[in-house]
């Protein structure tokens, strides 16, 4: 599975940003799709996730009421629309996915539990 990110950028506190991150290859065996952020000398972190099947969402507390997840209709891709962004969202975010299911005992703020990472897009959030 081949991931390709985009949509990242400079953006003044309080706009928007929207980040796609397109799947390619055997994605059939794919759980979901989501997002994880890393900020410069911190730990990479969760962010969002999709679930193909159910079109389940989840979402990390410091973005939930802000980001929205969403499936790409018009291919194998997804959607992170950021509103209101702040400059503590500033950060490179990647998109990752996962074959493993939340019934199956998914962690999915545990990156060592996604199989598949694309590269890096960056978000800069000024004040």
């Known amino acids: 599975v081949q991931l390709q990110a985009s949509g990242g950028g400079l953006v003044q506190a309080g706009g928007s940003l929207r980040l796609s991150c397109a799947a390619s290859g055997p994605t059939r065996r794919s759980y979901g799709l989501g997002w994880f952020r890393q900020a410069p000398g911190k730990k990479r972190e969760f962010v969002a996730l999709?679930?193909?099947?159910?079109?389940?969402?989840y979402y990390s507390d410091s973005v939930k009421g802000r980001f929205t997840i969403s499936r790409d209709n018009a291919k194998i891709a997804v959607v992170l629309q950021m509103n209101n962004l702040k400059p503590e969202d500033t950060a490179v975010y990647f998109c990752?996915?996962?074959?493993?299911?939340?019934?199956?005992?998914?962690?999915?703020?545990?990156?060592?539990?996604?199989?598949?990472w694309g590269q890096g897009t960056l978000v800069t959030v000024s004040s």
């Open positions: 990752a996915a996962t074959n493993k299911r939340p019934a199956a005992g998914l962690e999915i703020d545990n990156l060592d539990q996604y199989d598949y």
């Open positions: 999709f679930g193909w099947s159910r079109g389940s969402t």
